[in-house]
Structures are given as structure tokens and as C-alpha cells.
């Protein structure tokens, strides 16, 4: 009874992943895409929402970026956290002096892009990490389900 129900769920979380897995990378362009549809849509609640106004802070501090594609995403209203930090920890004026010492010039799709892409090997490490051991338990579990 145990066997079995180990099994089943063994099996039924190898198949979660290797479906994901391969969604995951074949509709990865698509995944982009709309990632920046949505960037963009976000833009308009910035300084409205707070969550919003919050997670786009968060990420142009984190990743050192401003904007979608670029800081003038933004128009004339730049926020504060696509201003460098100076050496006081305060930020720099960057609505009022746009230069590369005051305002990241990234823009945060391409941040975010580079950060899954050096993440994603680390995941494909997991994933492969984790079929090297499912595999081998499920194939034992199905053949003591099936000597039993």
C-alpha cells in the first residue's frame, strides 16, 4: 500500500517536471515577451499601487536599472530608484541631471533576462539533480509494487 502510494506520487512528480522542463524552454520567447507586455503595463500604476511601486523600486535598485528599455520608459517622471546611489548613500539628482553618473542606463528587461539566464543553469543543475535521484527510487518502487 505504502510502495504504491510512493510510486504514484514519485511518478506523477517526474512527469510535473519534465513537462514544465520542456515548456518552460520551449515557450521561453514567449515567457519574454510577455514579461515585457506586462513591464510596460506595470509602468502605468507606478507611484498608484503601492505592491507595484514597490517591486519596481526593489528592482532598478537591485539590478542597477531604469525603465523597460531604458530610463526614458519613464518620460519626466524618473523615479528615485534609477538615481545612483552617491558616496553618502543618498541618491543622486537624475530628473534634473540625466547623465550616466546620475541614472542607471540599463533598462530592467535586459536586467532581468541576464539574471535568468545566469540563473537558469543553476536551475537546469536542480532539475537534472533531482531526475539522477527520482529515477532510480521510482523505477525501485514500481519493482517492489510489481514483485509484491
Known amino acids: 500500500m505504502i510502495t504504491r502510494?510512493?510510486?504514484?506520487?514519485?511518478?506523477?512528480?517526474?512527469?510535473?517536471?519534465?513537462?514544465?522542463?520542456?515548456?518552460?524552454?520551449?515557450?521561453?520567447?514567449?515567457?519574454?515577451?510577455?514579461?515585457?507586455?506586462?513591464?510596460?503595463?506595470?509602468?502605468?500604476?507606478?507611484?498608484?499601487?503601492?505592491?507595484t511601486t514597490v517591486s519596481w523600486d526593489m528592482t532598478q535598485e537591485e539590478l542597477r536599472c531604469c525603465g523597460v528599455e531604458d530610463y526614458g520608459d519613464w518620460?519626466?517622471?524618473?523615479?528615485?530608484?534609477?538615481?545612483?546611489?552617491?558616496?553618502?548613500?543618498?541618491?543622486?539628482?537624475?530628473?534634473?541631471l540625466q547623465t550616466s553618473l546620475t541614472i542607471y542606463r540599463t533598462g530592467c528587461y535586459e536586467a532581468i533576462t541576464q539574471e535568468l539566464l545566469r540563473n537558469g543553469a543553476l536551475l537546469g543543475a536542480a532539475v537534472l539533480l533531482l531526475l539522477v535521484a527520482m529515477v532510480p527510487t521510482t523505477?525501485?518502487?514500481y519493482y517492489m509494487l510489481t514483485t509484491v
Open 139 to 141: 523505477i525501485m518502487a
Open 75 to 96: 518620460n519626466e517622471r524618473i523615479p528615485d530608484s534609477c538615481c545612483m546611489d552617491d558616496y553618502g548613500a543618498r541618491k543622486r539628482p537624475c530628473q534634473q
Open 5 to 51: 502510494g510512493y510510486f504514484l506520487l514519485s511518478f506523477l512528480a517526474l512527469v510535473v517536471l519534465f513537462v514544465g522542463s520542456v515548456l518552460g524552454y520551449t515557450f521561453r520567447e514567449r515567457i519574454a515577451l510577455g514579461l515585457q507586455d506586462r513591464m510596460y503595463e506595470s509602468m502605468a500604476l507606478y507611484g498608484r499601487r503601492r505592491l
